[in-house]
C-alpha cells in the first residue's frame, strides 16, 4: 500500500489551485473553466502509449492524464510502451501506483527501439531504507505482461462502439502493429476493422508543420524512429487523426519554477525527480507530449486552433506532410501567443496536483 505525506500547507495551496482552474467554488468568477460534470460530459476513455524514458514530457504528460481522471474528465484504460526497455514499463506502473491506480494494465513492446534506459529510468530501482521509493508491481520481461498490441486488441474489444481516444507520445511501433494485426481470441475483426469501430480519435505527437521555423534537414523524433511505422499509421489509421507537431510543445514550455516548487507536498514525487534527473536543473522543457494529452481530453476549451481535414503522409524526404486537399480525417494544431500562456498554466496546474483517489 503506498503511503503518501502531504505537507497541509503545501497541500492546501494545490488545492485552491485545483480550484481556481476547474471553476470549482469560484466558478462564478471563472464560467470559462466549468467542469466536465458541469458540462454533463462523459470521462473520455483513454489509451496512452508512451516511449517513456526518451523524454521527460512522457512521465508529465501520464501525471496529467491521472489529474484529468481525478477531475471526472477521463479513464485511463491502458497504458502501451513503445520503447524497448524494462525501466519503461516498470516506470509507467511507479507513476500509476504513485497516483492510487497501479491496477491499470501495461503492455510492452517487443523487438522495438530505443534498448537503452535512459536518465531517468534507474529511479525505478532506487530503494530507501530496503524498500523501492515507487512501488510497481510488474517488471516488463515476464510473460504475464502482454505484448502492447495484444493487450491494444484487448480493451479495444471490451470497450463499446466508437468510445476510445488513444493517444500516442512515441513512435508508431504499437499502434502500426495493431492496424495490420489479425483476427485473435479477442476479437473477429482485423486491426483497421477494430480501431474503426472502437476508436473516435488518434492524438499523436508527431510531425513538424511549422514550414517557417523547421529547422534544416530537421527530422522529427517520433516519426524518424520508427519510419515505417510512422507510414502504417498515416495510411491505414481509419478515424480521426490530430498531430501536435514539434512546433507546438516546443513553444509551450513546462517551468522549471514549477518542478522546483508546486511538486512539494511528498518528499518523493516521480515526476519531480525524473525532471531533476533527466538534465541539469534549473531548465524549461518543451510540452510536446502533454499537448496530445490535453487536446484528447479537452478538444473543445479553445487551446488549440485546428486546421481543416486534410491529409497527413510521409513524404520522400521523411517528413510528414500536412495537405489540405481531400477533406480528409487527418488535421494538426496551431497555437497563437495567448493560447501559449493559457496551456502552460492549465498544464503545470494539471501536472503538479496531487493524487485524488475520488475516481478509480
Same mark, same amino acid.
Given at each position: 500500500?503506498? &503511503? ?53 514530457? @512522457?512521465?508529465?504528460?501520464?501525471? $496529467? ?59 525505478? @530501482? ?34 463499446? @462502439? ?5 493517444? $500516442? ?17 479477442? &476479437? ?44 502504417? $499509421? ?57 499537448? &496530445?494529452?490535453? %487536446? ?25 506532410? %500536412? ?11 496551431? $497555437? @497563437? ?24
Amino acid at each position: 500500500m503506498l &503511503s503518501l505525506s502531504f505537507s497541509p500547507s503545501s497541500f492546501s495551496m494545490k488545492l485552491f489551485g485545483v480550484l481556481i482552474l476547474t471553476g470549482g467554488l469560484l466558478s462564478g468568477l471563472c464560467p470559462s473553466t466549468a467542469t466536465a460534470a458541469e458540462e454533463n460530459t462523459k470521462p473520455v476513455k483513454l489509451i496512452f502509449d508512451t516511449d517513456m524514458g526518451n523524454d521527460i514530457d @512522457d512521465a508529465l504528460a501520464l501525471g $496529467v492524464i491521472h489529474s484529468l481522471q481525478s477531475r471526472g474528465e477521463c479513464e485511463l484504460l491502458a497504458v502501451t510502451v513503445s520503447k524497448d526497455t524494462p525501466e519503461a514499463a516498470r516506470f509507467c506502473d511507479a507513476i500509476n501506483t504513485f497516483y492510487l491506480r497501479g491496477n491499470i494494465p501495461i503492455g510492452i513492446v517487443r523487438d522495438g527501439k530505443t534498448p537503452k534506459p535512459g536518465k531517468f529510468l534507474p529511479l525505478v @530501482d532506487v530503494e530507501d531504507n530496503g524498500r523501492p521509493r515507487y512501488p510497481h508491481d510488474i517488471t516488463g520481461t515476464s510473460s504475464d505482461t502482454p505484448e502492447a498490441y495484444k493487450l491494444l486488441r484487448r480493451v479495444l474489444a471490451e470497450q463499446p @462502439d466508437h468510445s476510445v481516444a488513444m493517444v $500516442v507520445v512515441g513512435f508508431s511501433t504499437n499502434i502500426a502493429r495493431l492496424l495490420e494485426s489479425e483476427p485473435d481470441e479477442f &476479437s473477429p475483426l482485423n486491426g483497421v476493422e477494430l480501431v474503426a469501430q472502437k476508436t473516435t480519435l488518434l492524438s499523436m505527437m508527431a510531425g513538424h508543420f511549422g514550414k517557417e521555423d523547421r529547422p534544416k534537414n530537421f527530422k522529427e523524433y517520433n516519426v524518424i524512429k520508427d519510419l515505417e511505422a510512422a507510414r502504417v $499509421v498515416f495510411e491505414k489509421w481509419p478515424t480521426e487523426l490530430v498531430a501536435s507537431g514539434w512546433e507546438i510543445g516546443h513553444a509551450i514550455k513546462f517551468p522549471a519554477t514549477s518542478i522546483m516548487n508546486d511538486f512539494n507536498y511528498v518528499e518523493h514525487h516521480p515526476l519531480k525527480e525524473g525532471y531533476e534527473a533527466y538534465s541539469k536543473m534549473p531548465y524549461d522543457r518543451p510540452n510536446w507530449d502533454l499537448t &496530445s494529452v490535453l %487536446y484528447a481530453v479537452r478538444p473543445d476549451r479553445g487551446y488549440f486552433d485546428v486546421t481543416e481535414g486534410g491529409e497527413i503522409h510521409i513524404g520522400p524526404d521523411d517528413y510528414a506532410v %500536412y495537405s489540405a486537399e481531400g477533406h480528409g480525417r487527418h488535421r494538426h494544431i496551431n $497555437v @497563437d501567443a495567448t493560447q501559449i500562456i493559457r496551456v502552460e498554466e492549465a498544464l503545470m496546474y494539471l501536472a503538479s496536483e496531487p493524487p485524488f483517489p475520488a475516481t478509480p
